[in-house]
């Protein structure tokens, strides 16, 4: 397990977006939380105005009909049954009359509490001196009084109040909720945010070390690759499949220049050692040499060109002159132009067409290809022998076979000799720069196809198919 | 001839004057396309050879417009070698002929003198006729000192071609373009063996030699080396 240094993680974006979480839900939660909180105390306070008034209807149809003695004696036994209910008579004039007008904080005034209910309908809130010890006896008691003043009689106004200690001790429990609440999220959040990020930045930072040691050199390194899909997984696959089509790459460049340094140091030096003999050289030995060396440097051309034009082939961007191409008409034309090399060499060339067959394509590089496929068979089909050129129609391509009946190529060979300048051993010393299949590899790649070697018993036998052309032909 | 070279590389076009001078032509040169447009005004020019890729006005616009202009001086293209996929443009915005850079300075002098008798024989011949060769082109037969000599139809045409061409140099690629029609410098020896059975006919049992070999070249078919 790779860890982390802590810089790290606090810097992290998977930290700071779990941070950014916490609190986008912290302030969901608190609006939820608020909403929840308000209507509930509004519905509680309606519930005490409803008792209020459920009791100011009772106690007015008490006085009315057993009169101020009696209704006097009801309030102070209602008193003791209920202390967290509130009893006052007044008179018009706002003077408290009987009951626990007494029981009012210093600071509120009862005259200035019956004068200001006229603007709300009767409805007041005002506060009590709450006895020592009370508070923990009943629940409900409370200093803050929801009440309501009404007319009973002639000069005679009734207050009812209860004590709102509920919906007091509820605004506080739900308060109290609500930032325990935040705080435990904002505890988790950071504990989450901390262990997340350390989980991912530790996968990251893995592939960041690699990165590091791949770009000082060390190509065969690979990032770690877990069984799972995820797209950790996934990333890392990709990224090592990149790495292994880089390093095969860096291989084949490797390759190729190892062999142009190996392959025109011989021309080079040969045409070295003739410029220094002409320097020496009387007049009339000139020509010979001068004539030599230019063939020499020809041929260094023709090789540069050759892997100049391979290169731009594989480049894949070459497709301006494609356009449908008539394979049989192709071949018919090579078979011809191969003809005389073929019968001097004693090799029978012979063309088995049954099929007309239309490829995408561009013509002269098709052309260029498959003669380079001819040229090998014929050259390396030793006197007697036999070269087929074939033409087959599949469902989706046209199947091109040259058949030999040369040396053929050894199997763990066969992938090898499409490479620039790979020659076999036994073919080192005969003509050729060692790119004519290479040349045909990049052909057929810019082609969508690919170029299959097989065994002739005896010889080789070049498969190619060749995607064909959509419309019909 | 007169020829205008339009190429921007100066060392490039140095080469390409002094060899063309040699050759015994009168040679002018110009950096880029505007230039080229102005010279194209002089109808005394019996050729263009013209680089592909030109700083401001490039080498196939240029052409075009000297085509528009209703110029049907022969031009030859010049293309470094990954344009070389831009052939059928630049044949296509009018050029006669196309060479691919890096190329052998035999191959460009071959090229343009080819296209320069193109250009001057546009008359139809029926006939052609080399030292004592004679081909006569609509019974397709070819006779030397009066004996009939039978020919296969594509080695009719590699004669005709070299006899179009008499006295001249042309390239393996210039016959394979002519006769095959296919577009590539072939590396083997396939026309080679073609002009030795082509040689086997004419020349074989008559004392004077009429297809040279060229070292390096081509071939080239005349009365004397």
Not at chain 1, 35 to 43: A, D, G, S
Not at chain 2, 170 to 198: C, G, K
Request: with cysteine; aromatic share 6%; net charge negative.
């Amino acid at each position: 397990m790779y860890w982390v240094r802590q810089n790290n993680v606090w810097r992290s974006t998977t930290f700071h977006l779990g941070l950014l979480f916490m609190v986008l839900f912290s302030a969901s939660f608190l609006v939820l939380g608020g909403f929840i909180y308000r209507q509930t105390l509004v519905f509680m306070e309606q519930e005490v105005q409803a008792l209020i008034q459920l009791e100011l209807n009772r106690s007015r149809q008490f006085y009315l009909e057993r009169g101020e003695e009696s209704f006097l004696g009801e309030i102070d036994e209602q008193a003791e049954i209920d202390p967290a209910g509130i009893y006052i008579i007044l008179d018009d004039a706002c003077q408290g009359l009987f009951g626990g007008y007494q029981r009012l904080d210093e600071d509120e005034s009862i005259q200035d509490i019956c004068t200001s209910a006229s603007d709300t309908d009767g409805w007041v809130q005002f506060e009590l001196q709450i006895p020592r010890g009370f508070r923990a006896e009943i629940p409900e008691w409370d200093d803050n009084v929801y009440a309501r003043i009404i007319p009973i009689a002639p000069n005679r106004q009734l207050l009812y109040g209860r004590m709102g200690g509920i919906i007091d001790s509820m605004r506080q429990v739900i308060g109290e909720a609500m930032a325990w609440g935040v705080a435990a999220m904002a505890v988790l959040a950071v504990m989450g945010s901390y262990l997340m990020a350390v989980s991912i930045a530790g996968r990251l930072e893995q592939i960041n070390r690699i990165s590091q040691d791949i770009r000082h050199g060390d190509l065969s390194r690979r990032m770690p690759q877990g069984h799972g899909r995820d797209e950790f997984d996934r990333l890392a696959g990709n990224l090592n499949r990149m790495l292994d089509q880089i390093q095969s790459l860096m291989e084949g460049v490797r390759t190729v220049s190892d062999a142009i340094a190996h392959d025109l140091r011989t021309p080079l030096a040969r045409l070295r050692t003739r410029l220094e003999r002409l320097r020496e050289a009387q007049p009339g030995e000139l020509e010979e040499d001068v004539e030599q060396s230019i063939a020499e440097a020809d041929s260094m051309l023709a090789t540069f060109n050759a892997l100049l034009h391979i290169a731009q082939l594989e480049a894949g961007s070459r497709r301006s002159d494609f356009g449908k191409v008539d394979m049989r008409a192709l071949l018919v034309d090579i078979a011809e132009l191969y003809e005389p090399v073929a019968s001097d060499g004693n090799v029978d060339l012979r063309l088995g067409l049954n099929v007309a067959v239309h490829v995408n394509g561009d013509r002269n590089l098709l052309f260029q290809a498959i003669c380079n496929l001819v040229d090998n068979a014929v050259k390396y089909t030793p006197r007697g022998g036999r070269v087929q050129l074939e033409l087959h129609r599949r469902a989706q391509v046209s199947r091109l076979v040259v058949a030999d009946t040369g040396p053929g190529i050894p199997a763990e060979e066969r992938s090898r000799v499409f490479e620039r300048f790979y020659r076999l051993d036994a073919h080192r010393e005969s003509e050729g720069n060692g790119l004519g299949l290479s040349l045909v590899a990049a052909v057929a790649k810019l082609h969508d196809s690919k170029v299959e070697l097989q065994d002739n018993q005896p010889g080789l036998r070049v498969i190619w198919d060749l995607p064909r052309s959509r419309n019909r032909s | 001839m007169r020829i205008l070279v339009v190429e921007d590389d100066s060392t490039m076009a140095q080469h390409i004057v002094r060899g063309l001078t040699e050759a015994g032509h009168d040679v002018d040169h110009v950096g880029d396309g505007r230039d080229m447009l102005r010279a194209a005004a002089d109808d005394s020019l019996d050729m263009f050879v013209v680089d592909r890729m030109l700083p401001g006005m490039d080498g196939l616009s240029a052409i075009q417009a000297v085509r528009a202009a209703g110029n049907q001086t022969p031009v030859l293209i010049l293309s470094a070698l990954g344009d070389v996929d831009d052939r059928v443009h630049g044949l296509r915005a009018g050029g006669d002929d196309y060479l691919v850079k890096p190329f052998a300075f035999s191959e460009l002098v071959a090229r343009i003198e080819a296209l320069a008798r193109r250009a001057t024989s546009r008359e139809i011949n029926t006939s052609l006729q080399v030292g004592g060769l004679y081909i006569d082109l609509l019974a397709r037969q070819v006779f030397r000192e009066e004996i009939e000599i039978d020919l296969k139809p594509r080695e009719f045409q590699l004669l005709e071609y070299l006899m179009r061409n008499a006295g001249h140099v042309v390239t393996r690629a210039m016959l394979l373009e002519a006769v095959w029609h296919y577009h590539f410098d072939p590396q083997t020896n396939v026309i080679d063996v073609h002009i030795s059975r082509l040689r086997q006919k004419i020349d074989k049992g008559f004392e004077q030699p009429l297809i040279h070999t060229v070292r390096g070249i081509g071939y080239v078919l005349g009365a004397s080396e």
